[in-house]
């Protein structure tokens, strides 16, 4: 390879960030660089030949010449001001800390030296070793041999030396007696691999003062490369108050989990408490709707007829008392029907409504019922749905959910007098058996789907909130509330199996939550609707089997009404043996479930011993005894519920024989 030509040697000596100075043996400056005029401040003709002395402090100028001849006794190259800076002088008088590098040109006849205003890194040293007695931690630097070589101020405060005292000492003068022996291995070990790493952050190590006391403390060690080698800094903090601390929480958190423990035990008896209470009251509820069914059935059919007399009185002498007894009548007819709707909403509560449940997707049934909610909360409140795109599917009655989120609006209006919002969500959750264990109540792990039902209202102040799910509870005046609201979406819930809790606050509005099991099931195909359907009138005839004799007459006569032929029985032994008698035909049994001595299913089950495909309808005032393990109506079952009106016994009568 050929040898740079001058022009490139020119090229790059102006080039280069560092003053490039050349001074022959007699010290006299033979070449400078562009950077030199630059940071000296001269230009190339005013200190081309002149000494070298020129740009060297005054104070250092005598020194100078035995500095320059010592070099050239010893061509090498080598640096100089790398550790403390040495100082060059510009030419208006300024100094500016500096680096040179001295190395000879071939033959010995010129000296070359680069010098580098070092100026920023010494003002960088001098802001760290400001830092460095600022710090809060104790810095103390050791050297490969173990001796200490960098004291800070907190040191000396927290280890009760002073500076001098430690400067040149082995660092096992810190360390306690206990850990002295093995300390210079361990030494050994980090001076071998040099990373920075935290020490005594799990177990406190121990480091020991002057007086000869030791205390707990944590080190950080890193290292730092400089002149004299490698120096290991060791930070160390005094932890003696954050162990203290430490052991003073473990402490209240002991008497914390102790005291939450305690809390947590009264408050699953609480909730196991007001479970069997609901449960009670449930079995109550259920037990007084179904006796009050069979009475509302014989009022209203009976009131019916009566109605429907006085209505043609009415019609056929507009100017008589008729008419005023007709509307008289239908006030009553209309009484009748609320109470009918009380009956449902304490079975409902009980769960013992009737059901058909079927595959929903909830967020469908929201917004079919959306506009009637919007009715239900009035102008002054907002109504926000945010609903999950991709929701699973869930096994419930539509008609119930939507009986749910009219009750929930409803009470939301009364707690939002003067406007608000209230928010319907729906989500998806997969609970994992640690987060299912954590809800309020407990619910068994699984996948789930979320209605969240949350007012910007008044809130409810927790000696209420713990009594919200009870029927006849209210806080409402008298005549306001039958307290039916809340406890009616509790039985509904819990009867689609699913789980129901309420979070509030005074002031601070109420959320109520509902979580309803995933279903694998399809949904179903459903035919589209002919339209109401008129009662149809047949010569099939019928066994009707009803203990409760005031029903069982109101039942043939609108059976008889209609065209149909009619054999009756006060209970299963009685119907068994008209079954028996085969000279008697007959079409369709229509029984009740409960009842004494035999129960309708067990009674339906020995007529169809007896005979064959005979269709069987039932009627009663709840579904419990028809409820499979999955909380739905066994296959192929008709069930009528009472209070019914005659034109519901019709059609499901017909549709009974119609589908045999």
């Known amino acids: 390879m050929s040898e740079p030509s001058d022009a490139v040697v020119i090229g790059l000596l102006e080039a280069a960030p560092d003053a490039i100075i050349a001074v022959d043996r007699d010290g006299r400056i033979a070449v400078v660089n562009a950077q030199t005029v630059r940071m000296f401040g001269y230009e190339r003709a005013e200190i081309l030949g002149k000494s070298i002395d020129l740009l060297v402090p005054e104070r250092f100028r005598n020194r100078h010449p035995g500095h320059r001849m010592a070099y050239l006794r010893d061509l090498r190259p080598r640096p100089m001001g790398a550790g403390v800076p040495l100082a060059a002088r510009r030419r208006d008088g300024s100094e500016f800390p500096a680096e040179i590098s001295l190395s000879a040109l071939a033959g010995g006849g010129m000296i070359v030296a680069a010098v580098r205003d070092v100026s920023d890194r010494v003002r960088r040293e001098a802001k760290f070793q400001g830092l460095l007695e600022a710090a809060p931690d104790a810095i103390v630097g050791v050297a490969a041999d173990g001796r200490i070589t960098l004291v800070n101020a907190q040191a000396e405060r927290l280890f009760g030396?002073?500076?001098?005292?430690?400067?040149g000492q082995p660092i096992e003068t810190l360390v306690p007696e206990s850990a002295r022996a093995r300390h210079p291995n361990l030494r050994h070990r980090y001076f071998a691999d040099p990373r920075p790493r935290p020490m005594g952050s799990g177990t406190a190590l121990r480091a020991r003062r002057r007086d000869g006391t030791e205390f707990p403390a944590e080190i950080s060690l890193s290292a730092l490369e400089t002149e004299d080698g490698l120096i290991v800094s060791a930070a160390i903090r005094d932890v003696s108050e954050r162990i203290e601390a430490q052991a003073e929480r473990q402490r209240l958190e002991a008497e914390r989990e102790r005291l939450a423990a305690a809390a947590e035990r009264e408050r699953l008896e609480a909730q196991l408490q007001q479970a069997q209470r609901l449960e009670s009251l449930g079995q109550l509820a259920g037990g007084v709707a179904h006796d009050f069914n069979n009475l509302l059935a014989v009022m209203l059919n009976y009131a019916s007829f009566v109605a429907e007399q006085i209505q043609e009185a009415a019609d056929a002498d507009p100017e008589s008392a008729w008419p005023q007894a007709s509307c008289d009548l239908q006030q009553v007819l209309r009484a009748g029907r609320r109470a009918t709707e009380l009956t449902h909403q304490l079975l409902a509560f009980g769960r013992r409504e009737v059901v058909r449940p079927r595959v929903l997707d909830l967020n469908v049934v929201i917004r079919e019922v959306e506009q009637l909610l919007l009715r239900t909360l009035g102008e002054h409140i907002q109504l926000h749905a945010d609903l999950e795109p991709r929701l699973w599917p869930v096994l419930a009655d539509p008609g119930q959910i939507e009986q749910v989120l009219v009750n929930l609006a409803v009470n939301a209006r009364d707690a939002m007098p003067g406007g608000g919002t209230l928010t319907v969500h729906t989500?998806?959750?997969?609970?994992?058996?640690?987060?299912?264990?954590?809800?309020?109540?407990?619910?068994?792990?699984?996948?789930?789907?979320?209605?969240?039902?949350?007012?910007?209202?008044t809130g409810i102040p927790p000696d209420v909130l713990e009594r919200v799910f009870e029927p006849f509870f209210t806080t409402k005046a008298p005549g306001e509330g039958t307290g039916l609201g809340l406890a009616t979406v509790y039985g509904i819930i819990t009867q689609a199996g699913g789980y129901a809790g309420v979070q509030s606050a005074v002031g601070a509005g109420?959320?109520?939550t509902a979580l309803f099991p995933v279903t694998q099931e399809l949904p179903a195909t459903?035919?589209?609707s002919a339209g109401p359907a008129q009662p149809q009138r047949g010569g099939e005839t019928i066994l009707v089997v009803e203990d409760e004799e005031a029903l069982r007459?109101?039942?043939?006569?609108?059976?008889?009404r209609h065209g149909y032929h009619v054999l009756s029985a006060g209970g299963g032994p009685a119907a068994l043996e008209i079954v028996q008698d085969t000279t008697r035909h007959?079409?369709?049994l229509l029984t009740d479930v409960v009842m004494p001595h035999m129960?309708?299913?067990?009674?339906?089950e020995h007529v169809r011993g007896a005979r064959p495909g005979l269709p069987v309808v039932y009627m009663s005032g709840y579904a419990q005894p028809f409820i499979t393990g999955e909380g739905t109506l066994e296959p192929n079952t008709i069930l009528i519920t009472k209070p019914f009106t005659q034109a519901e016994l019709l059609e499901r009568l017909r549709e009974a024989l119609d589908r045999a």
């Open 161 to 167: 030396y002073q500076r001098s005292e430690l400067f």
């Open 427 to 457: 989500g998806n959750r997969d609970l994992a058996a640690e987060e299912a264990a954590r809800m309020r109540p407990p619910v068994p792990p699984g996948r789930y789907v979320r209605l969240r039902v949350a007012d910007t209202g």
């Open 553 to 560: 007459a109101v039942t043939e006569r609108i059976l008889t």
């Open 599 to 604: 129960h309708g299913r067990e009674l339906a």
């Open 510 to 512: 109420t959320v109520v």
């Open 526 to 528: 459903i035919p589209a």
């Open 586 to 588: 007959l079409d369709l």
